[in-house]
């Protein structure tokens, strides 16, 4: 009894958020895995689906909960200098590989400053701040910094800082290092198949270093390609998870009144996806900030949430998401507001040049919203052209500037300064890439306010910086912002604590169980 | 010409086809009075079923638009295609097969080979091709179309000329010194006429499906309105919602059947050596 309340009490204290259960050992997960990962060796891969299986093979020193605060993962505690530059983790010292080796902060070192160096582009972009990563003790890893960098508590993420075993890959060439077939990491599950074009089997690791997790016996990945059948694997009962984006849109609504289903559209604080319209402010009619503030009224953005997506996500307020760290909704909001849209026009004297708009190729969600927005900018008066195009068009012509408004969703990484500011910074505009200040916005103000807030210490600093960064950029309507996107995961009600942090089922399967 | 309408009138087929095309056409002129609004406009609850409301008779679509003003403005979409792309096929393929066909040798070879090329290709995949290539637009739709549908026009005058070619009045034309262009044009293409009307009768049909098949998959013009488009985006919320693919479905084969019917009809009253016995 007594070991069951600790091993209890220890499941409560790790996932803050969970409600209080009596968690059951024991079941397969049976999950949706889409589309197919490229590889399961998550120091060389991070896109979505490698990390949603690999994130329960390996493990990184923290995990976030929703609003973003660090959680122990492979570090038990931690400090942080009151200078901001020395960053302290102390781990758990009763770690093992999945091949028996014990782990140690070596590891964390060589990860860190040697393997994700090379093979993780967004990482070494947060690593130019580091002076120098050590390892005094066996379990006790510092980071030292050149200069104090506001983020810095948030990259120690699955996805960002996977933990890696040095005596795997010390020495050898990554890339083609057979272990990648096969990975070994710390995490709660380990890897026994996969069979490419039908499923990737975990096992429970044993040895976990917390006692009692994880609580399932196996995680099943079913690989389905066709988006209907997956949408029928779940009816039938074949799975029983589906993450986010696994399901069309509208099927969501259909699959969710089935019963004991349960929805959710948690788990993506940390990435944040941000939907917004690139307004060209180089030339055109979108160069007038009167014209794209009278986008912004012109746009019925509740229906657009409530039409096609389910009523999941929230239409945003600003260019921070509001679960992405230093939001404020103290800036100039945007309802739907037709008359106000036309007064604007009618003050720059909008002389009906048509704009083109370009949708994103991403299916018919996407290119529904198109048509519904471009119907509500026509309403105010507004001169529409819909470009068609396909995916390498689109990235061809954002890159190019050959447009006048253009759909997109971007991450934001829970901080302004990883996710957000390279939309907006001056120093960010050049032809050639799609994700960079591609509207072509200057703001000397801008550009001081995203570069004073990503070394400021202390958070009540930096929130100040990027208040009133957020209310500048809401005044001048840079992008037309659109939703915060809520990527469902729809799954049967029994399984318990799927979803417990910010990261969510990326995040791995660690806290979750299956009532019976 | 009371001839001719007392022989069309004859295939029944073809009066009724005469009668659904005549209804879609008043249906296309009159979209503007009957739907002031734009099809694209929000009107109601999306996917409101049909026959709940009498303003919204068939219902809305996953936006909230009304699918009876959809239908209106797609009718102008595909007739407009279909006539077009039409034409400008004649206008390819009249002139290749009539050069072909009147000074054979040579320069038929070479134009029937040149034909033959086209006809190789699978009409459907060029045009795939040719709308992506040249980004959807109606321009590029109605190009494509033509391209893909030339050929048979080309074969066909090809071989009405060669046929007219030999006859005494084209020879007496070349012995009193009339130029070729005013032989083919003056004596011999007037007198290809019924074939190419009949062949462009089902052209259009053709052509109007085509335009669907294209807007299905999503390389309509995504400006307008059109009956493929309808279908391409009700084919995923076929479970929830089947009014959305049924309608627009309905309307294409009552559209390309009518034509097709015409077509019988007219060849029945322009060639009426080969109509059959009993009509």
């Known amino acids: 009894m007594i070991k069951k309340l600790s091993l209890l009490a220890s499941s409560m204290l790790l996932a803050a958020n969970v409600a209080y259960a009596d968690p059951v050992t024991g079941g397969r997960a049976n999950a949706v895995i889409q589309p197919e990962p490229p590889s399961l060796m998550l120091g060389l891969v991070q896109n979505g689906p490698t990390q949603m299986v690999a994130g329960n093979i390996y493990e990184s020193l923290l995990r976030y909960d929703e609003n973003l605060e660090p959680m122990p993962q492979l570090a038990k505690s931690w400090e942080i200098a009151s200078d901001g530059l020395t960053y302290t983790f102390h781990l758990y010292d009763n770690v093992k590989w999945h091949d028996g080796e014990p782990f140690s902060a070596d590891d964390v070192v060589f990860s860190a400053d040697v393997f994700l160096r090379e093979t993780h582009a967004r990482l070494r972009n947060s690593l130019k701040y580091v002076e120098s990563i050590t390892a005094p003790?066996?379990?006790?890893?510092?980071?030292?910094?050149?200069?104090?960098?506001?983020?810095?508590?948030?990259?120690?993420?699955?996805?960002?800082?996977?933990?890696?075993?040095?005596?795997?890959?010390?020495?050898?060439?990554?890339?083609?290092?057979?272990?990648?077939n096969t990975p070994i990491g710390t995490g709660p599950f380990k890897f026994v198949e996969w069979v490419k074009g039908s499923h990737i089997l975990l096992q429970k690791n044993e040895d976990y270093y917390i006692d009692g997790l994880p609580y399932l016996d196996e995680i099943y990945w079913h690989v389905i390609p066709d988006a209907a059948s997956r949408a029928v694997a779940y009816e039938t009962g074949v799975v029983d998870i589906l993450p986010g984006g696994s399901v069309e849109n509208f099927d969501v609504g259909r699959l969710t009144d089935l019963p004991n289903t349960c929805v959710t559209d948690k788990g993506w604080e940390f990435i944040g996806p941000l939907s917004w319209m690139w307004l060209n402010n180089n030339e055109g009619p979108t160069a007038d900030k009167r014209f794209r503030k009278a986008v912004m009224y012109a746009m019925d953005r509740e229906f657009a949430k409530d039409a096609l997506w389910n009523g999941l996500g929230k239409v945003a307020q600003s260019p921070v998401s509001s679960s992405t760290r230093f939001f404020t909704d103290d800036v100039t909001q945007y309802d739907y507001n037709p008359e106000k849209a036309k007064e604007l026009l009618a003050e720059m004297g909008y002389d009906g040049t048509p704009v083109r708009l370009l949708p994103l190729p991403y299916g018919e969600t996407w290119q529904r919203w198109a048509e519904a927005i471009k119907q509500n900018l026509e309403e105010v008066g507004i001169e529409v052209e819909m470009v068609a195009t396909d995916v390498a068009g689109w990235n061809q012509k954002i890159s190019e500037w050959d447009y006048d408004m253009a759909f997109t969703y971007l991450y934001q990484y829970g901080d302004p300064a990883l996710g957000v500011g390279r939309t907006y910074i001056s120093s960010n505009i050049a032809k050639g890439s799609p994700w960079n200040n591609v509207e072509g916005y200057k703001n000397p103000k801008i550009d001081e306010l995203f570069a004073m807030g990503a070394t400021a210490v202390g958070k009540d600093a930096r929130q100040e910086i990027y208040t009133e960064a957020q209310q500048i950029l809401t005044d001048d309507v840079p992008v037309a912002w659109l939703l915060e996107l809520g990527f469902p995961t729809i799954y049967r009600c029994n399984v318990k604590d799927l979803v417990t942090t910010a990261i969510g089922l990326n995040d791995g399967f660690r806290d979750a169980y299956i009532e019976k | 010409m009371k001839d001719f309408w007392q022989r069309?009138?004859?295939?029944?087929?073809?009066?009724?086809?005469?009668?659904?095309?005549?209804?879609?056409?008043?249906?296309?002129?009159?979209?503007?009075?009957?739907?002031?609004?734009?099809?694209?406009?929000?009107?109601?609850?999306?996917?409101?079923?049909?026959?709940?409301?009498?303003?919204?008779?068939?219902?809305?679509?996953?936006?909230?638009?009304?699918?009876?003003?959809?239908?209106?403005?797609?009718?102008?979409?595909?007739?407009?295609?279909?006539?077009?792309?039409?034409?400008?096929?004649?206008?390819?393929?009249?002139?290749?097969?009539?050069?072909?066909?009147?000074?054979?040798?040579?320069?038929?070879?070479?134009?029937?080979?040149?034909?033959?090329?086209?006809?190789?290709?699978?009409?459907?995949?060029?045009?795939?091709?040719?709308?992506?290539?040249?980004?959807?637009?109606?321009?590029?739709?109605?190009?494509?179309?033509?391209?893909v549908s030339w050929p048979p026009v080309a074969r066909l005058v090809r071989g009405e000329v060669l046929s007219l070619r030999s006859r005494e009045y084209v020879e007496a034309a070349i012995l009193s010194g009339q130029r070729n262009s005013t032989i083919i044009l003056k004596q011999i293409l007037p007198n290809t006429l019924s074939p190419i009307i009949v062949l462009a009768s089902l052209m259009v049909a053709t052509a109007i499906l085509l335009e669907s098949s294209l807007?299905?998959?999503?390389?309509?013009?995504?400006?307008?309105?059109?009956?493929?488009?309808?279908?391409?985006?009700?084919?995923?919320?076929?479970?929830?919602?089947?009014?959305?693919?049924?309608?627009?479905?309905?309307?294409?084969?009552?559209?390309?059947?009518?034509?097709?019917?015409?077509?019988?009809?007219?060849?029945?009253?322009?060639?009426?050596?080969?109509?059959?016995?009993?009509?």
């Open chain 1, 137 to 180: 003790d066996a379990t006790t890893v510092v980071f030292k910094l050149k200069e104090p960098f506001g983020p810095f508590i948030g990259i120690f993420e699955g996805g960002t800082m996977p933990i890696v075993p040095k005596h795997i890959y010390e020495g050898t060439d990554y890339k083609s290092n057979p272990a990648n």
């Open chain 2, 215 to 279: 807007s299905f998959l999503g390389l309509g013009d995504p400006n307008l309105m059109s009956w493929g488009y309808m279908i391409g985006a009700a084919r995923t919320v076929i479970r929830q919602a089947w009014w959305l693919s049924l309608f627009p479905g309905v309307a294409i084969i009552l559209t390309v059947l009518s034509l097709n019917l015409i077509g019988e009809g007219l060849n029945d009253a322009l060639n009426p050596r080969l109509s059959r016995k009993g009509k």
């Open chain 2, 8 to 147: 069309f009138k004859r295939n029944r087929g073809a009066v009724i086809g005469l009668i659904i095309l005549a209804l879609v056409i008043l249906i296309a002129v009159f979209a503007p009075i009957l739907f002031p609004q734009s099809p694209w406009k929000m009107v109601q609850r999306p996917f409101l079923p049909p026959f709940e409301r009498d303003a919204l008779l068939l219902g809305t679509d996953a936006l909230g638009r009304n699918v009876m003003a959809g239908l209106a403005y797609g009718a102008q979409v595909s007739l407009i295609i279909g006539l077009i792309s039409t034409v400008a096929s004649l206008a390819i393929g009249i002139p290749l097969g009539a050069i072909a066909g009147y000074f054979g040798g040579f320069v038929d070879d070479a134009l029937m080979r040149f034909t033959e090329f086209f006809q190789t290709v699978p009409n459907f995949a060029l045009a795939i091709v040719l709308v992506a290539i040249f980004e959807p637009s109606v321009e590029s739709i109605i190009g494509a179309i033509a391209i």
